[in-house]
Nanobody
Framework: QVQLVESGGGLVQAGGSLRLSCAAS????????MGWYRQAPGKQRELVAS???????VYADSVKGRFTISRDNAKNTVYLQMNSLKPEDTAVYYC??????????????WGQGTQVTVDS
């Protein structure tokens, strides 16, 4: 059974930082590309960042220079370090496993999501 369990969300002031974690089980982690999506109320889910099995990273333009995705294959965990947070970053953030091709990402499995709220 595949499980992707996110943690690290919460309430933060604008300009602050959060680090999201996603612990994976039930998959062979080191052969899966991993991604972080977010969905704000009334908006479509969007890909925020992805990291390939060899560490190639891709970011949405809206988060470039502020967010960093990384992975620890020994811990079956992917991270999203979020700095200089803005109110428009407020969303539910979802971890995903799948396959990345350039800026696109084919999702095979989803986490349950973690809420990030940035207060102005």
């Amino acid at each position: 059974q595949v499980q992707l369990v996110e943690s690290g969300g919460g309430l933060v002031q604008a300009g602050g930082s959060l680090r999201l974690s996603c612990a994976a089980s039930g998959i062979v982690f080191n052969i899966n590309d991993m991604g972080w999506y977010r969905q704000a109320p009334g908006k479509q889910r969007e890909l925020v960042a992805s990291i390939s099995t060899v560490g190639t990273t891709v970011y949405a333009d809206s988060v470039k220079g502020r967010f960093t995705i990384s992975r620890d294959n020994a811990k079956n965990t992917v991270y999203l370090q979020m700095n200089s947070l803005k109110p428009e970053d407020t969303a539910v953030y979802y971890c995903a496993s799948g396959r990345s091709r350039g800026s696109s990402f084919t999702t095979w499995n989803w986490g349950q999501g973690t809420q990030v709220t940035v207060d102005s």
